[in-house]
């Protein structure tokens, strides 16, 4: 396995775009980098977009924790695939000059990023020193102690959505 697993929403061009307001209208925070964030609970704010794309992350999660593993069936690989749960989730916006700086999500099982806008020109994700570049509409996860980090934006209108889930057995 590379440092992260990719899937493609298949209606990301519909979807998008209202992702893409929904999070323009709900920043509140600055993070270190200059980037503009929503609040770590967008899942949970019952935004009808929102949770469209939360129930098909929720739905990748198990197949993404069997390959993490490397399981030769699903009860093969020694923990409940169904034992991960979304904590947070936020939104990003990146404008020219803006970034993330270098981090990572330790004690959380696994992290996601959700590409809602790579204008032409955005800044590549930097995945355990590794530059990916993914366009809107795809997903990745990691594991969440990889340390990534976003380069200054030389351009306006890079959104993404980031969460991140913790393994949670005998819940």
Same mark, same amino acid.
């Given at each position: 396995?590379?440092?992260?697993?990719?899937?493609?929403?298949?209606?990301?061009?519909?979807?998008?775009?209202?992702?893409?307001?929904? =999070?323009?209208?709900?920043? *509140?925070?600055?993070?270190? %980098?200059?980037?503009?964030?929503?609040?770590?609970?967008?899942? $949970?704010? #019952?935004?009808?977009?929102?949770?469209?794309?939360?129930?098909?992350?929720?739905?990748?999660?198990?197949?993404?924790?069997?390959?993490?593993?490397?399981?030769?069936?699903?009860?093969?690989?020694?923990?409940? =695939?169904?034992?991960?749960? *979304?904590?947070?989730?936020? %939104?990003?916006?990146?404008?020219?000059?803006?970034?993330?700086? $270098?981090? #990572?999500?330790?004690?959380?099982?696994?992290?996601?990023?959700?590409?809602?806008?790579?204008?032409?020109?955005?800044?590549?994700?930097?995945?355990?020193?590794?530059?990916?570049?993914?366009?809107?509409?795809?997903?990745?996860?990691?594991?969440?102690?990889?340390?990534?980090?976003?380069?200054?934006?030389?351009?306006?209108?890079?959104?993404?959505?980031?969460?991140?889930?913790?393994?949670?057995?005998?819940?």
């Amino acid at each position: 396995m590379s440092n992260f697993l990719s899937f493609d929403y298949p209606y990301s061009s519909t979807l998008n775009p209202r992702l893409y307001k929904i =999070i323009k209208e709900n920043l *509140i925070d600055t993070g270190k %980098g200059g980037a503009h964030l929503t609040d770590y609970f967008l899942h $949970k704010k #019952n935004i009808k977009d929102v949770d469209v794309l939360m129930e098909w992350i929720k739905n990748l999660i198990p197949q993404v924790a069997y390959d993490i593993a490397k399981g030769d069936e699903y009860n093969g690989v020694g923990f409940d =695939i169904n034992a991960f749960t *979304i904590q947070e989730s936020w %939104g990003i916006h990146y404008n020219e000059g803006e970034s993330v700086i $270098k981090h #990572n999500h330790f004690p959380y099982t696994l992290a996601f990023c959700y590409y809602v806008n790579t204008p032409k020109g955005s800044s590549p994700t930097i995945l355990g020193g590794k530059r990916i570049n993914p366009p809107a509409g795809q997903l990745i996860f990691f594991q969440g102690h990889i340390y990534h980090e976003v380069l200054k934006s030389k351009v306006d209108g890079r959104c993404v959505i980031a969460g991140l889930i913790l393994y949670e057995p005998n819940k």
